[in-house]
């Protein structure tokens, strides 16, 4: 794992919309597709340095046009390896959160973050759990999004 990594990872996502506008909200849970991305550098076996791009698409139940939705992630996280040869670790990333309409291509930003864990199965291929959380607030519009994640991944080093 030490020196240059590109990972790439597919899943599923359980996520929980809460929107507020004004005194008025809503809460809702859908399952959806969770992805992942991450580039950067392994400064040991059990230290590594990277930005990070967890996105988070689905629909909702009662979406009368079915329009498809992305929650994401975008910023720098890392990964800790618990011993040296160890498969296990903990991982975190902060940064800029959105949420997106995809099939209309508007969204809005805040802020995110994203903690969990995984295990490396074998050399290059690992599976990873995940909480990622968006904080969004703009022109009156509150809108947190909290979405827990299971992925496998493939990590080239």
């Known amino acids: ?40 550098y392994g400064f040991t076996n059990q230290f590594l340095l990277y930005y990070v791009s967890d996105v988070s698409w689905y629909g909702y139940d009662n979406d009368p046009n079915d329009d498809t939705y992305t929650s994401g992630h975008g910023g720098i996280g890392a990964s800790y390896y618990i011993e040296e040869n160890s498969p296990y670790y903990v991982m975190g990333a902060i940064g800029m959160g959105s949420f997106t309409n995809f099939t209309e291509a508007v969204g809005e930003t805040g802020s995110a973050f994203i903690i969990g864990g995984g295990y490396e199965v074998s050399p290059h291929f690992q599976i990873e759990a995940t909480y990622l959380s968006t904080d969004i607030e703009e022109d009156g519009v509150v809108l947190n999004t909290g979405a827990f994640r299971l992925t496998a991944n493939y990590m080239w080093y």
């Open 1 to 40: 794992r030490e020196g240059f990594i590109v990972s790439l990872g597919a899943g599923v996502s359980s996520i929980n919309t809460e929107v507020e506008i004004g005194h008025m909200g809503a809460d809702e849970t859908p399952l959806g597709l969770a992805t992942s991305f991450k580039i950067g």
